[in-house]
């Protein structure tokens, strides 16, 4: 059965009938239409009121959330974004969830440097000044933490998109290719690898294969038009375009090129994919391809009763673009086409849509996207039969949403 409502039928449909299939002619009576409203008698605010300006009084909904129980205290912490509240491709400043492993660093822009040392022709120290007289890209690209839906691997468990899907974000970032930076200094022919170093207090440290490095990697100090926030980097981090958020170091102060990863020499437990079998997965670095309905959802329930609805979501992937969202509203047995819309750019975000005709019954709610590479997202099941259950990390699985008659939604698992 095809329940998708065409735009065709939905004009006709409209003629046919007195008036607009998505407006009630009994709203004439409406007190909203019939009384003035106080904002409509009284002056409104100053454009002095708020130099730097803050969303409506009525979207204090909108905000990044964090769950209690998840982390030991709020600092080593993370908060997810409002997924369900967002529109288009790219996310608010203020909305962009934030993982930090010692809290967020108060950085003085004229006190801050980016050394890049070690395997280099000649050693260099750079001013945010300095970094800002080499020519300039700006591109848009997601950022995922690797742990993003990793409390769903064992079953559903957190009930909004917001906490199942919300470690990503997506920014236009402003800065200076990586590659750029390092030919300055001159990387020597044993230089294999870039680590990354942060200023917090956690000095956070990464590995970037050098191969990497050249491609697309950034130095950014402003995303959406305004310098990076203090929560995402401020004055200066690293975009490791469709890899993993944990290589992304912010407050970035120093680039070592060295001959072998900091895995080698510090680490060996973090960041791998513990398998049923007790192997590791390991250099798991790009994100693969997922994408995951925002409305309806747990936070976002159908209130308008049945009928018209619209159906929304992201998909991404760290591979390229998004070619085919499929939308299913029967668990998976059928499979419709959803409607890209907005620009496609790759290791983006991607928005699509599917309008349809809600009868008022139950459904169950899954979106599978396909990458420009020929990826599919898979089943939850197939990525477990695959993974076990033992990972928090690299969880692309297809999400269900159970939409009940009432319009409530919940996070369930079908199958
Ligand atoms: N960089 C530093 N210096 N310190 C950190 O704790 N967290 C990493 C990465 N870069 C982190 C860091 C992790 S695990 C992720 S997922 C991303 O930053 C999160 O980026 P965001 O806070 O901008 O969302
Ligand atoms: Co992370």
Not at 327 to 349: E, F, I, M, Q, Y
Not at 367 to 379: K, L
Request: aromatic share 8%; net charge negative.
């Amino acid at each position: 059965m095809d329940d998708t409502l065409s735009r065709r039928s939905l004009i006709t449909g409209a003629a046919a009938t007195a008036g607009s299939l998505l407006a009630s002619p009994s709203r004439a009576s409406d007190p909203a239409i019939t009384e003035i409203q106080p904002w409509n008698q009284e002056l409104g605010s100053p454009v002095d009121a708020a130099p730097y300006g803050m969303p409506s009084q009525h979207e204090a909904d909108t905000v990044r959330r964090n769950v209690e129980w998840l982390t030991a205290d709020t600092t080593s912490s993370i908060n997810f974004t409002p997924l369900h509240r967002l529109e288009g491709i790219i996310t608010p400043n203020g909305l962009c969830f934030e993982r930090h492993h010692s809290g967020v660093a108060d950085v003085d822009p004229a006190k801050h440097r980016l050394m890049v040392n070690g395997l280099v022709d000649k050693p260099l120290v750079f001013t945010m000044e300095d970094l800002q007289r080499f020519p300039r890209e700006n591109k848009i690209y997601f950022l995922e933490c690797a742990a993003n839906s990793g409390m769903e691997w064992r079953g559903a468990q957190l009930n909004g998109c917001q906490f199942t899907h919300g470690m990503v974000h997506c920014v236009m970032y402003t800065g200076v290719s990586l590659r750029t930076v390092l030919a300055e200094a001159g990387v020597k022919a044993t230089g294999k690898w870039v680590m990354p170093e942060g200023a917090d207090a956690a000095a956070m440290t990464r590995s970037i294969p050098m191969e990497k490095a050249l491609d697309d990697c950034m130095i950014a100090f402003a995303m959406n038009g305004e310098a990076l926030r203090p929560e995402q980097g401020y004055p200066l981090r690293l975009v490791v375009p469709g890899w993993e958020g944990n290589m992304w170091v912010k407050w970035l102060r120093r680039l070592e090129v060295g001959d072998m990863p900091w895995h080698h020499r510090e680490e060996t437990s973090k960041y791998t994919d513990l398998m049923a079998d007790g192997k590791a997965r390991r250099f798991t670095w790009e994100m693969d391809v997922k994408s995951v309905i925002t409305n309806p959802s747990p936070q976002a329930p159908v209130t308008h009763g049945k009928g018209h609805t619209v159906l929304s979501g992201l998909a991404w992937s760290g591979r390229g673009t998004i070619k085919r969202v499929d939308v299913s509203t029967d668990g998976g047995r059928n499979w419709v086409t959803a409607r890209l819309d907005g620009p496609s750019h790759g290791k983006a975000l991607h928005r699509f849509y599917h309008e349809f005709d809600w009868d008022g019954g139950e459904l169950l709610l899954q979106s599978r996207a396909i990458d420009s590479d020929g990826n599919v997202q898979p089943t939850k099941d197939a990525l477990r039969a695959v993974r076990g259950t033992e990972s928090i990390y690299h969880n692309n699985g297809i999400q269900t949403w159970h939409v009940r008659r009432g319009g409530e939604v919940e996070n369930v698992e079908v199958g």
